[in-house]
């Protein structure tokens, strides 16, 4: 059996499958003090036996195997995740082969392996949430270098009306600083989710969107960009990012169908827990 973490800033889901990726049982548990989240996710893995386990971690994590701090969470601006060795803490308890990775990294995983770019040899994956996080897979492979990709902390030019001024703890007006659910709700005082589809929220959030999706598609020329997270549940957003995205590129690079290139997720909100399993299987090769 393989086990998968899929660690986030509000909450953990563990699951455990067979080795043909069917989940036989998940939990989930909310992210409070590191001690009392690792006593609930041992909790629930000791039922188990494990021949490998994936997690995929809300970051900045460390993902250098060179580095003494290989496995921890780093700067995170939840404080009490700060610095811990969540890969340690595992490895102690289980002694066994465990991928380790970023939860968007996962979840780009996920999806080109069983989601919506299976059969793609690239994609990106950009999360619209709490934060705003991204991974990309480039050539079958996961994309780390001395660390992992940042894709929510990009700096984007901004949209003409906007005066908030970003939410972000490292760089106030960067992309999750001005795009995040709590950035759209702290801008308009109101839930992100009872924001009505007229609303001009929504074609600010496009327009750093598509800003956004245009510095991956130049940078990375992926095969397509899918779009995850909670602020993705308004359904109409995709479109407006499509129209804002074709008017900046402005033809200048031959795309893959608009339709088949700025996609919503396959795997819906399991995109993150499948690829986490499959970082864990990948242990087993
Ligand atoms: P997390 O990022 O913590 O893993 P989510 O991806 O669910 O969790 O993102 C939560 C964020 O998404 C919140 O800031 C919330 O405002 C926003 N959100 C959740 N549901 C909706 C919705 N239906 N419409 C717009 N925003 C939403
Ligand atoms: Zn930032």
Not at 16 to 29: A, G, K, P, W, Y
Not at 106 to 118: C, D, F, P, V, Y
Request: net charge negative.
């Amino acid at each position: 059996m393989i086990g998968a973490i899929e660690a986030g800033g509000t909450k953990f889901v563990c699951a455990v499958s067979d080795n043909s990726l069917n989940i036989i049982e998940r939990v989930t548990i909310p992210t409070t003090h590191p001690e009392e989240t690792f006593d609930s996710i041992f909790n629930f893995f000791d039922q188990y036996e494990l021949k490998a386990i994936g997690i995929g971690s809300f970051g900045p994590i460390n993902v250098n195997r060179q580095s003494e701090t290989y496995g921890y969470i780093t700067s995170t601006p939840k404080k009490l995740w700060r610095n811990i060795d969540f890969l340690g803490t595992v490895k102690r308890r289980y002694n066994i082969p465990i991928g380790w990775n970023t939860d968007v990294n996962a979840s780009a995983l996920g999806e080109i392996t069983l989601g919506a770019a299976k059969g793609k040899s690239s994609c990106v994956y950009i999360t619209v949430g709490t934060g705003i996080g991204g991974g990309a897979v480039v050539n079958q492979e996961l994309l780390t270098g001395f660390g992992h990709p940042e894709m929510g902390h990009l700096l984007v030019p901004r949209h003409k009306k906007d005066t908030y001024k970003g939410v972000c703890d490292y760089h106030k007006d960067c992309l999750e600083g001005l795009a995040s659910g709590p950035a759209i709700e702290e801008r308009f005082g109101i839930r992100a989710k009872n924001l009505p589809e007229e609303h001009e929220a929504w074609e600010i959030e496009a327009h750093y969107l598509a800003h956004a999706a245009m510095a991956y598609t130049l940078i990375l020329s992926p095969d397509c960009i899918i779009f995850g997270g909670g602020v993705m549940n308004q359904k109409h957003l995709l479109d407006l990012i499509k129209v804002k995205f074709l008017e900046l590129l402005n033809d200048y690079v031959n795309l893959p169908p608009i339709d088949e290139y700025i996609i919503p997720t396959g795997l819906g909100s399991d995109s993150g827990i499948v690829g986490s399993l499959l970082l864990g299987k990948s242990q087993l090769k």
